[in-house]
C-alpha cells in the first residue's frame, strides 16, 4: 500500500522556558511506560520481524508525543498527558538505540542517522512549556521526523522482503494513524490556527479506513487476529461520531484521547500478533 503525507504549512518559531529541567527529564526516562500502553521494557535481540515493528512504533510515538504536548496546552487531562509524553520521549531514545544496534544496512543505517538528528531538535522543544505561538512550528517539525521514521521502516521493509514484513508495517502504522487523528484534533480543539490541519485529519482518517480494509482481507489473517480486528472496526465506529460534531464547534478532546488510546492498545496488540505468526503454516491451514 502506497500512503501520501500532508505537510502542514511552516509556522515561526519561538522558544519559550523549559517545562522541566533535563536532568528531571533524563530521571524520567528512567520510568518507562507505567500508563495503558506499556510494551515491554528490555532490550531483546531483534529479528527483522521485531525490528519492523519497532521502528513502526517510533512513528506512532512521533504523534504521541505531540498528541500529549497538545493536550498539556489545553489542559485536557494534563497530568496523564505529562506522563505519556516523558514515557513516550524516553521509549523512542530506548528504541533507536536498539535499531540503531540491529544492522550494518546501509540503506537503514542513513535513515536512522538522519531520524536522530532531527529527534535531537524536536525532543528538546516538546519539553517546552506548551503555547499556541509555538504549536504549529513543532507539529512541522514532529511531521518531519514522522516521514524519516517512515523512511526507516519502508528500509527495514525492504530487508525483509516478505508479505508478512508488508502486513506487520501496515498494522503498525494504524497505530500511529490512531495518534495521529487524536494529535490533530486536539490541534484544531486548542485552535490552533492552520488551515490544513483539517485537510490532515481528514487524510488520516481516510487513510486509517482504507488500511483497516487491507488488514481484514489480508490472507494471513487467523481467527484471532480477524475477530481482533472485527472489535477495532467496532471502537473505529464510535470514534467516528466525536468527529461529527467538529463543524459546529463543539470538541470532545478528553473523549477523543480516550478512544484514541484504546485503538493504539488493540493495534499494538495486533501488530504482536502478526510478528510472532508463522505465515506458512497459517496460509495450509486456512
Not at 485536557?76 to 535499531?99: M, P
Request: proline share 2%; hydrophobic share 40%.
Amino acid at each position: 500500500m502506497n500512503y501520501l503525507y500532508l505537510g502542514l504549512s511552516t509556522g515561526s518559531k519561538r522558544i519559550t522556558p523549559l517545562f522541566f529541567s533535563l536532568s528531571a527529564f533524563f530521571l524520567l526516562s528512567a520510568l518507562l511506560l507505567s500508563t495503558s500502553y506499556s510494551p515491554a521494557l528490555h532490550a531483546q535481540e531483534l529479528t527483522i520481524d521485531s525490528a519492523i515493528n519497532k521502528a513502526g512504533r517510533q512513528r506512532m510515538l512521533t504523534q504521541r508525543i505531540l498528541k500529549s504536548y497538545l493536550l498539556i496546552g489545553q489542559n485536557v487531562d494534563a497530568d496523564s498527558a505529562q506522563r505519556q509524553l516523558d514515557q513516550s520521549i524516553a521509549l523512542f531514545e530506548q528504541q533507536l538505540d536498539e535499531l540503531d544496534e540491529f544492522t550494518t544496512n546501509r540503506a537503514v543505517r542513513k535513515s536512522l542517522e538522519r531520524v536522530d538528528g532531527q529527534w535531537q531538535t524536536f525532543r528538546q522543544r516538546v519539553i517546552e512549556k506548551p503555547s499556541t505561538k509555538s504549536a504549529l512550528s513543532i507539529i512541522n517539525e514532529g511531521d518531519e521526523l514522522l516521514i524519516s521514521c517512515e523512511k526507516v521502516v519502508k528500509n527495514l521493509e525492504k530487508m525483509a522482503n516478505s508479505t508478512k514484513g508488508n502486513v506487520i508495517n501496515v498494522s503498525g502504522r494504524q497505530r500511529m494513524l490512531s495518534q495521529r487523528i487524536g494529535m490533530l484534533y486536539a490541534a484544531h480543539s486548542w485552535g490552533v490556527d492552520n488551515r490544513d490541519i483539517s485537510e490532515n485529519l481528514e487524510t488520516a482518517i481516510k487513510e486509517y479506513d482504507d488500511a483497516l480494509l487491507f488488514l481484514q482481507a489480508a490472507p494471513i489473517n487467523t481467527k484471532k487476529i480477524s475477530t481482533s480486528l472485527t472489535k477495532v472496526a467496532s471502537k473505529w465506529e464510535f470514534s467516528r461520531s466525536g468527529f461529527s460534531q467538529m463543524d459546529n464547534e463543539r470538541y470532545v478532546p478528553f473523549i477523543i484521547q480516550v478512544t484514541t488510546e484504546s485503538m493504539l492498545k488493540k493495534m499494538n496488540k495486533i501488530t504482536a500478533l502478526y510478528e510472532v505468526l508463522d505465515t506458512e503454516k497459517t496460509i495450509a491451514n486456512r
